[in-house]
């Protein structure tokens, strides 16, 4: 069966409810943005999304209960996101190397000795390659049986789990790698929880996260397969909250890619006051607001032109660049088959002009 019908029947047979925010537990929010990517890039639907008006947390409301991300998540989260059961070979080598940049990185800012490392949400687990060059012990952990299994025939120690079962001793890791794994965490609470648990004292957390600069499609940014929309300030409340600080957060193309952020977090054996920290931290939703609506037009401005341009017939790949270069639109272009990125651009750019003329992402 095709596995977008599989994931709707999925989606089907649970319910949405309704949550209050995860980081400051407020009840208190707004929606702005009503409609995003509910499956493959390009499938938009309603998609509910809300910001907090205490902290400024952006998350999906309502969302799935945890039954459903557990049920997803043990098989077609990657078909419906790779639109593959297991990884090809290119992703593979992409892994290790991705995992190598982030080590050599890590290494750079902190000469740390070998020890054990936890990947949280490993895939196949080709990520940790390089610590184990290095001399490290890594385990892996990821929810997605494919995955794991494939990764297991190439020798890493990784097993079918969650972040929010982590069954490891107390103390047990001196560093927890976490690449875009926590936007995807059914209950980020109770996986930052576990973490801090099987953390030693001092130990690092490093997260890969996805940028809120936002690049590209609000419509594709907000999508289903991401529960949780952070920035900086939201991250600092909630690390806080579970007894994390940050040491150092970073813009760098670690791995090559302009739309991820990172931090390296040490675990500290104070907690903060929740409520200081929203205090501290917690954004104007307002202004965030103000901020994500001025993108949102700046993009919607974009799409109107392409429309425009290309409402007959479809351009090659050379003049759609030669086009947005010459009216000095931020773009972002896939890569693959050229025909069909060009096709989606252009679909994409209808789409938005549509919706948002819908009032759907207002
Ligand atoms: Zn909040």
Redesign the pocket.
């Known amino acids: 069966m095709d596995s977008n019908i599989k994931y709707q029947n999925l989606k089907k047979k649970f319910r949405r409810v309704k949550k209050n ?1 995860e ?4 009840s208190n929010n707004e929606i702005f943005q009503n409609y995003g990517r509910t499956s493959y890039p390009g499938e938009y639907g309603l998609l509910r999304i809300v910001i ?1 008006k ?2 400024g ?1 952006k998350y999906q409301n309502p969302n799935f209960s945890d039954n459903f991300y557990k049920e997803y998540y043990k098989e077609l989260y990657r078909e419906i996101a790779f639109d593959g059961k297991s990884p090809s070979n290119l992703y593979i080598n992409q892994q290790k190397q991705r995992g190598k940049k982030v080590f050599d990185w890590y290494a750079s800012v902190y000469k740390s000795d070998k020890g054990k490392m936890l990947d949280h949400g490993c895939a196949s687990g080709f990520t940790m390659a390089e610590w184990e060059k290095k001399g490290w012990d890594c385990y892996g952990i990821d929810p997605h049986r494919p995955s794991v299994l494939l990764g297991k025939k190439h020798g890493y120690n990784i097993k079918i789990s969650s972040g929010e079962d982590l069954k490891f001793k107390k103390d047990f890791f001196d560093v927890v790698l976490s690449l875009g794994s926590l936007e995807h965490s059914y209950d980020v609470n109770k996986s930052l929880k576990k973490i801090y648990f099987t953390l030693k004292e001092s130990g690092h957390l490093i997260v890969r996260w996805r940028s809120d600069k936002i690049f590209g499609s609000p419509l594709e940014y907000f999508n289903h397969n991401h529960y949780r929309f952070f920035t900086i300030n939201c991250w600092k409340i909630l690390l806080e909250k579970h007894g994390f600080r940050i040491l150092l957060d970073s813009s760098k193309k670690i791995e090559g890619w302009e739309s991820y952020d990172y931090f390296i977090a040490v675990k500290g054996t104070k907690q903060k006051n929740l409520s200081e920290s ?1 205090k501290v931290n917690g954004l104007n939703y307002k202004k965030e607001i103000l901020k994500i609506e001025k993108k949102r037009k700046t993009y919607y401005l974009s799409c109107k032109k392409i429309v425009k341009e290309f409402t007959k017939k479809q351009p090659s790949e050379f003049d759609f660049r030669r086009f947005i270069i010459r009216e000095n639109i931020s773009w972002g272009l896939l890569g693959g088959d050229s025909k069909q990125v060009i096709k989606r651009s252009i679909l994409e750019a209808k789409r938005y002009v549509i919706e948002y003329d819908n009032g759907n992402v207002f």
Not at 23 to 26: F, K, N
Request: aromatic share 0%; hydrophobic share 20%.
């Open positions: 925010c980081i400051c537990g407020s907090c205490d902290c947390h929203v």
